[in-house]
């Protein structure tokens, strides 16, 4: 294997675990279920983006964000401006005040399209803005937060306090946004129906596919020595610190790689589900991503993803016939898993999985390495 | 005497925390490849000097010199780049990471956001690594993960980690706390090895440790240098007899 492709594939274990993963979402799961419940696992993979952003952030950095709902909900609000305005063509909309504005502008009396939403005519530039406005505010609270060392707990209670600020500034200003229902009623992709089976299982694969370049692109940013000095940061950040590295810039860069994979899954969350609200932004949503992270392994990005997918399962099933009782079940089994196990699924999978042979052969080999200089590949 | 000479000049050096001052007016000058040991009683403003060095703390007035940089107005890892190394007096290393991982992070190249994430592990890393963790004993434990280190490995690790950067100016604050007779014996001498190319300043107490080391001794109270000269001429000074030695 060339040096890249280990490192994005995080070794020959790292690689099989991905490509179970992969498996399982692009073949076995598409084959067995029905459009229906592929749609919700569609919608669990996209919340996935968010646990894996937190892997970066909380499990390696030692950054718990609070608010990381509102990068999904930007994303997801970018790509669901560009479709609401799709769908609010003159002729569709004729019955309206002002034809051509997305209706809820047009029951606010609002008469010409708002500024900001001018650049999301085009797609090429939504799919821009959909990577850059979430990464941009990302890059504004690092830039206020890590540069004067606000860390720890203050930092995840200020990251919740602006998730909720968002999601209230988006409900409160009803004629911009589309307020407390949000974004709805989207049809179309540039003429594409989204809303037809085959989008369905194209965005479905589509979703999937990006999910997995996005744990590569983890992958390369944890093996690489940028994710040791994350583990030293989240260790030792006064060490880390007088060994001349410039602490806070490393921690704005992950905050906005976190912000950025995040916002992909809020954008996939629109095109498959048809419509984005604030209930993604806010404070419960941001905390439900963590406990997902939490569960799968907040150290293991593949763990993370399968902690997202059963906690879901569990909330539909669950929801369903005992929907009080949900809140309280999530709850409990976060503090189970954070007190009795820490690394989450992926840690008692590492502790008793049968591949015990296989990752001990890996741990002498990697033993011998070192010693070997040079003849490595 | 032309202070192009020292390799840091610390001149007029104060700072208050509250009113307190707990380094007072301070004049210190380090020469090329000397060692100095700084002895005092608990309290006097020692580790705070060495948070001044090292930018950890501002300074109220005053200014410090490393060769010819003024380091009170730079960052701290500005400062680290400038050549300026720093252990802590508790040991301060990566507990979750092995000790060959401590020492790799530690290596100053791929210090920038991209520059760590395209930095690899060239051959010449690898040597270095292994060669420094030779010289801190801990070859035998190079693939152990840090925490399980005692008390002195971690001490020495740390050591490691900083001439994993080569600073010109290494400062050590106490670092035979909680090592046994043997380690402190193996300290002295890789201290008298490591200061050959570079100055190192060093907090101790052990004055046992430090006659075997230090070239020169300061003595501080009070945020005040109460007197400074060879271990000799420290020994029977009757002030400083007073205030530290005495008990
Ligand atoms: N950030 C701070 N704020 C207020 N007071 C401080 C601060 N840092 C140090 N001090 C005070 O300055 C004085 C000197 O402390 P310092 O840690 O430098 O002593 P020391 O010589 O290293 O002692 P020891 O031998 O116990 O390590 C102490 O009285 C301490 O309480
Ligand atoms: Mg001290």
């Known amino acids: 294997m060339n040096e890249l492709s280990e490192k994005v594939l995080g070794g020959k274990q790292g690689a099989l675990h991905l490509a179970i993963l992969a498996v399982l979402l692009l073949v076995i799961l598409p084959l067995c279920l029905d459009l229906f419940r592929l749609g919700l696992i569609g919608k669990y993979v996209t919340y996935a983006f968010v646990a894996i952003s937190l892997v970066l952030l909380w499990g390696n950095g030692g950054i718990l964000s609070l608010g990381q709902g509102m990068f999904f909900g930007l994303g997801g609000y970018c790509m669901a401006m560009f479709l609401k305005l799709e769908a609010s063509d003159p002729i569709s909309t004729k019955i309206q005040t002002t034809p051509g504005l997305p209706d809820f502008m047009d029951w606010n009396q609002i008469v010409e399209l708002p500024w900001f939403w001018e650049p999301f005519k085009s797609l090429p530039l939504t799919l821009l803005l959909v990577l850059v406005v979430p990464v941009l505010l990302a890059f504004i609270i690092g830039m206020a937060m890590f540069t004067r060392r606000v860390g720890g707990v203050y930092f995840s209670i200020i990251t919740q306090a602006i998730a909720l600020i968002l999601s209230i500034l988006i409900v409160g200003q009803q004629g911009y946004t589309g307020g407390v229902n949000g974004i709805t009623d989207l049809k179309t992709l540039s003429g594409w129906d989204i809303r037809t089976d085959s989008a369905k299982y194209c965005l479905y694969f589509m979703n999937a596919g990006l999910l997995i370049l996005c744990i590569m692109l983890s992958r390369f940013i944890l093996t690489s020595k940028f994710g040791m000095l994350l583990l030293a940061m989240r260790d030792k950040e006064e060490r880390v610190r007088f060994s001349g590295y410039d602490v806070a810039r490393f921690k704005i860069f992950i905050f906005c790689v976190a912000a950025m994979i995040s916002a992909i899954g809020g954008a996939m969350f629109t095109l498959q589900i048809g419509f984005m609200s604030p209930s993604f932004v806010g404070i419960v949503p941001s905390i439900e991503m963590v406990i997902f992270a939490a569960v799968g392994g907040r150290m293991s990005l593949i763990g993370a993803v399968y902690g997202t997918l059963l906690v879901n399962f569990g909330k539909t099933i669950f929801s369903e016939t005992y929907p009080e009782l949900w809140l309280f079940l999530m709850g409990g089994l976060f503090i189970a898993v954070v007190m009795f196990f820490p690394d989450g699924l992926a840690g008692i999978y590492e502790k008793y999985a049968p591949h015990c042979s296989f990752s001990m052969l890996r741990a002498r080999w990697l033993k011998k390495v070192p010693k070997v200089t040079g003849e490595r590949q | ?247």
């Open chain 2, 1 to 247: 005497m032309n202070p192009t000479e020292f390799i840091l000049t610390i001149e007029d050096l104060t700072v208050s925390f509250d009113g307190f001052k707990a380094v007072d007016n301070l004049n210190l000058y380090i020469e090329n490849n000397e060692l100095r040991v700084v002895i005092g009683p608990n309290g006097a403003g020692k580790t705070t000097l060495l948070d001044l060095i090292c930018g950890k703390t501002k300074a109220t007035s005053g200014s410090i010199k490393f060769k010819n940089t003024e380091l009170t107005r730079l960052a701290e890892h500005q400062i680290v780049r400038t050549g300026v190394g720093r252990k802590f007096q508790t040991p301060s290393i990566y507990e979750n990471l092995t000790v060959y991982q401590n020492l790799e992070v530690s290596y100053p190249e791929g210090r920038s956001v991209i520059g760590s994430l395209f930095f690899t592990t060239t051959p010449a890393v690898k040597e270095r690594v292994t060669r420094i963790a030779d010289e801190i004993f801990l070859t035998e434990s190079l693939h152990q993960q840090a925490a399980l280190l005692s008390h002195g490995q971690k001490q020495w690790l740390e050591i490691g980690m900083l001439l994993m950067q080569d600073p010109e100016l290494l400062m050590l604050d106490e670092p035979v706390a909680g090592m046994s007779a043997k380690e402190r014996d193996l300290t002295a001498d890789l201290l008298n090895r490591i200061c050959k190319n570079r100055s190192v300043l060093v907090i101790e107490h052990d004055m046992e440790f430090v006659k075997k080391i230090a070239h020169k001794v300061t003595v501080l109270h009070q945020g005040k240098i109460l007197a400074e000269g060879s271990m000799e001429k420290i020994q029977s000074n009757e002030t400083v007899i007073d205030v530290y030695l005495g008990h």
